[in-house]
C-alpha cells in the first residue's frame, strides 16, 4: 500500500489490512507528495471509520471536516497539525477526545457536537486561540474545571443538549464570551461571578425544566445582554436588577411559574417587564430606607428612655448631675420622695 501514498509517505508505517477509504488514501498522497501542501480537507460523510496517524504529519493542514462519519477515535498525532485553525468533528461516535488536542495553540473553531462525549479533556484549555466552541448534543455532566482561564478568547460557547449540572466558576473569566448556549441541561444555576461577562450578548439557559429555580442578582451587570430566553424551567422570581439591561430586546419567559412579574406584565413584552422590575426595586430600596430610619428611631427612643431613668434613679438615690461633677452630696428633697 505505501506504493500507492507517493514520495514521502513511504516513511509512514500503514498496515495492509487498516480500513483506509480512498479518498483518504488520496489526500495522503496529495499531501506527502513533492513541493505539495494540502491546507483545507473535506471528509464528511464518507462513512469513515478509522484515521491513520499519518494525518498528523499534513503539517500545512488549516481546515479539517471529518464530520457526519463513524470515527470512535481522534488519533493522538493530531497535536502535529499545528496550523490547523478549524476542526469539524462533529456527528461521529467519539467517546473521547485526545488529551494532544490542547496542543492546537492555533485552532480557532473546534466542532464536537452530535458525539458521545462523557466530558472534554482538561487539556483544551491549552487551545488559548479557540473563537467557537460547539460541545453540543453529548452526553457531558461537566465542563473542565479550568476551562475559563485558558479559553480567553472565545467569543461562541454552545454546550446545548448534555447532562450539565453546574457551570465552573472559571466560566466567569471568558472576558470575550458573546454567546453562551446551555439549553437543554440539568442546570441548577448560574455562578455569582456571571456579571463579569460583559460582553455576552446572547444567553440562552432555557428548557432546564425542574432544575434551574432561581437566577443570581449579578444577571443585571451583564450589560451588553440583547437576548435573553429563560423558557421551560422552573422560575418564580426574576432577578430585580433586570431592569438594568438597557440592551435586553429579547427576553423569553415562556413556561415557568412566575410571580415576579405577574403573567400580565409578562404578556405586556420586554420593555413592561423592565419598567416594572425598576418600579419594584425602587419600592424595596425604599421601604429599606424607612426600615433603617424606624429602627434609628427606636434605637434613639431606647436611649432617652434609659437616660431619662437613670437620671430619675439618681435623683432618686440623692444623686444629681452635680455629684458626678464633684459638687459633693446634696440633700434629698422630701417632697420629691414622697412623690417618688
Known amino acids: 500500500m505505501a506504493d500507492n501514498l507517493g514520495y514521502e509517505f513511504e516513511k509512514v508505517e500503514l498496515d495492509d489490512d487498516d480500513d483506509v477509504d480512498g479518498e483518504v488514501i488520496r489526500v495522503l498522497d496529495e499531501g506527502f507528495g513533492p513541493n505539495k501542501v494540502v491546507d483545507k480537507v473535506d471528509l464528511s460523510g464518507r462513512q469513515l471509520r478509522f484515521l491513520p496517524e499519518a494525518f498528523g504529519k499534513l503539517r500545512g493542514l488549516v481546515v479539517l471536516n471529518l464530520s457526519h462519519n463513524q470515527l470512535e477515535v481522534i488519533p493522538d498525532s493530531i497535536a502535529g497539525l499545528q496550523k490547523l485553525e478549524e476542526l469539524n468533528v462533529s456527528s461521529n461516535l467519539l467517546g473521547t477526545l485526545p488529551d494532544s488536542i490542547g496542543l492546537l495553540v492555533n485552532l480557532k473553531v473546534l466542532n464536537v457536537s452530535g458525539n458521545q462525549l462523557n466530558a472534554l479533556p482538561e487539556s483544551i484549555s491549552g ?52 454567546n453562551l448556549d446551555a439549553h437543554f441541561n440539568e442546570l441548577h444555576g448560574l455562578p455569582l461571578g456571571i456579571g463579569r461577562l460583559t460582553n455576552l450578548e446572547v444567553l440562552n439557559v432555557s428548557s432546564n425544566f425542574s432544575d434551574l429555580m432561581e437566577l443570581p442578582e449579578t444577571v443585571g451587570d451583564l450589560i451588553n445582554l440583547r437576548e435573553l430566553d429563560l423558557s421551560n424551567n422552573q422560575l418564580r422570581v426574576l432577578p430585580e436588577t433586570i431592569y438594568q439591561l438597557q440592551n435586553l430586546n429579547k427576553l423569553n419567559l ?4 412566575f410571580i415576579i412579574p405577574p403573567p400580565e406584565i409578562i404578556s405586556q413584552g420586554v420593555e413592561t417587564i423592565k419598567e416594572y422590575m425598576m418600579k419594584r ?32 434613679n439618681n435623683v432618686y438615690s440623692g444623686r444629681t448631675t452635680s455629684g458626678y461633677l464633684g459638687g459633693g452630696n446634696v440633700t434629698k428633697d422630701p417632697l420629691l420622695d414622697q412623690q417618688l
Open 127 to 178: 487551545c488559548r486561540s479557540l473563537i467557537e466552541l460547539d460541545a453540543g448534543f453529548n452526553n457531558l455532566m461537566f465542563l473542565p474545571t479550568n476551562i475559563g482561564y485558558g479559553l480567553v478568547s472565545l467569543q461562541k460557547l454552545s454546550i446545548h443538549l448534555n447532562k450539565i449540572r453546574a457551570l465552573p466558576i472559571s466560566i466567569c473569566e471568558m472576558k470575550s464570551l458573546r
Open 254 to 257: 415562556n413556561q415557568n411559574p
Open 281 to 312: 426595586r425602587l419600592e424595596i430600596l425604599q421601604a429599606e430606607h424607612q426600615r433603617s430610619l424606624d429602627e434609628e428611631n427606636k434605637e434613639a427612643q431606647t436611649g432617652w428612655m434609659a437616660w431619662g431613668a437613670s437620671m430619675l
